[in-house]
């Protein structure tokens, strides 16, 4: 595998406790990236004097420092997105120079095991129809890994692919957005739960931030043309998870207000897609349901018809 076939970008901010992790563990990968830009985002601990640390020693990594005023997006919560991807456009637009075929998304608060990028990018070059992946997200706690539902942590995008859907939309769940653009263009979106992603910033979120969190997640569903029934059903099934049953009705009162805000940020052609999409999953699960309730009747139908001996 060619060492030019791929760059990384990462938006920091005040990582100083994990980003030296993330930098050993790219430096030790099998297969170098030829750029690494890291954008630190008007970071106010040592963040910054570590990557220039990394920087003097790896001809590869280029530290970017962003000041902010006071105009610029805070990080409260719910308003992190648009911060991190137009740290992420600025370290992109270091890159205008560089040749590559596929482009990483990192955050500055994981690792991943030396070999990661070579088995990606193979199965990337095996298959041109990915148009991004990743691997499975492990949250690293005391030692223990407890596994993550969210993918955004490390994106992998074909360059071509990245192109065609324009970069990264500045709202909340920009990885998620980004999947549903790859999948409209006809591309293909692939997780590979060998390859693990630790994740080290992991937090003893407060009850109060855990209610907040679910209502955002919903008002994000109605962001990105989620369907009333794809989210009924959804926060059904989320009923068993913590924060039990209330996380579920927050999820649910969030997507409620998104609707009657009315409030937009992807296109109604992309809106259109998802909604489709999601009635083409829930027809297919319908329709292997019923097939199963219809075989099961018809055996206990047989049964009773010939009984045994």
């Given at each position: 595998?060619?060492?030019?076939?791929?760059?990384?970008?990462?938006?920091?901010?005040?990582?100083?406790?994990?980003?030296?992790?993330?930098?050993?563990?790219?430096?030790?990968?099998?297969?170098?990236?030829?750029?690494?830009?890291?954008?630190?985002?008007?970071?106010?601990?040592?963040?910054?004097?570590?990557?220039?640390?990394?920087?003097?020693?790896?001809?590869?990594?280029?530290?970017?420092?962003?000041?902010?005023?006071?105009?610029?997006?805070?990080?409260?919560?719910?308003?992190?997105?648009?911060?991190?991807?137009?740290?992420?456009?600025?370290?992109?637009?270091?890159?205008?120079?560089?040749?590559?075929?596929?482009?990483?998304?990192?955050?500055?608060?994981?690792?991943?095991?030396?070999?990661?990028?070579?088995?990606?990018?193979?199965?990337?070059?095996?298959?041109?129809?990915?148009?991004?992946?990743?691997?499975?997200?492990?949250?690293?706690?005391?030692?223990?890994?407890?596994?993550?539902s969210g993918g955004g942590a490390l994106l992998l995008f074909r360059n071509e692919c990245f192109r065609?859907?324009?970069?990264?939309?500045?709202?909340?769940?920009?990885?998620?957005?980004?999947?549903?653009?790859?999948?409209?263009?006809?591309?293909?979106?692939?997780?590979?739960?060998?390859?693990?992603?630790?994740?080290?910033?992991?937090?003893?979120?407060?009850?109060?931030?855990?209610?907040?969190?679910?209502?955002?997640?919903?008002?994000?569903?109605?962001?990105?043309?989620?369907?009333?029934?794809?989210?009924?059903?959804?926060?059904?099934?989320?009923?068993?998870?913590?924060?039990?049953?209330?996380?579920?009705?927050?999820?649910?009162?969030?997507?409620?207000?998104?609707?009657?805000?009315?409030?937009?940020?992807?296109?109604?052609?992309?809106?259109r897609f998802v909604r489709d999409e999601q009635y083409r999953k829930i027809r297919t699960v319908l329709g292997h349901s019923l097939h199963s309730l219809v075989t099961f009747a018809t055996s206990q139908?047989?049964?009773?018809?010939?009984?045994?001996?």
């Amino acid at each position: 595998m060619n060492q030019t076939c791929y760059v990384i970008v990462t938006a920091a901010y005040n990582e100083a406790p994990y980003i030296e992790t993330t930098l050993r563990s790219v430096i030790s990968q099998t297969v170098l990236p030829a750029a690494w830009i890291i954008a630190s985002d008007g970071s106010t601990d040592q963040t910054d004097d570590i990557i220039k640390r990394f920087e003097a020693l790896h001809p590869f990594i280029t530290y970017v420092r962003i000041d902010h005023g006071p105009d610029d997006p805070s990080l409260r919560f719910g308003q992190v997105a648009s911060r991190k991807v137009g740290a992420v456009n600025c370290a992109l637009s270091r890159l205008s120079t560089v040749q590559y075929d596929y482009l990483c998304i990192l955050d500055a608060d994981i690792s991943i095991d030396p070999p990661f990028f070579e088995r990606l990018l193979k199965r990337c070059e095996c298959d041109p129809t990915i148009g991004v992946s990743t691997g499975r997200i492990y949250n690293v706690f005391a030692n223990k890994l407890a596994p993550h539902s969210g993918g955004g942590a490390l994106l992998l995008f074909r360059n071509e692919c990245f192109r065609a859907i324009g970069g990264l939309t500045p709202a909340g769940h920009e990885d998620t957005i980004a999947a549903i653009m790859v999948r409209m263009m006809g591309w293909h979106a692939e997780r590979y739960s060998d390859l693990p992603i630790y994740h080290h910033k992991v937090q003893n979120i407060r009850w109060t931030r855990r209610f907040k969190a679910k209502y955002y997640l919903g008002a994000y569903d109605h962001l990105h043309g989620d369907i009333l029934l794809w989210e009924f059903l959804r926060c059904i099934k989320e009923t068993i998870d913590t924060p039990y049953l209330l996380g579920s009705c927050l999820r649910f009162c969030g997507y409620v207000t998104g609707i009657i805000s009315g409030r937009q940020v992807l296109s109604s052609k992309v809106r259109r897609f998802v909604r489709d999409e999601q009635y083409r999953k829930i027809r297919t699960v319908l329709g292997h349901s019923l097939h199963s309730l219809v075989t099961f009747a018809t055996s206990q139908a047989s049964r009773t018809r010939h009984p045994r001996d």
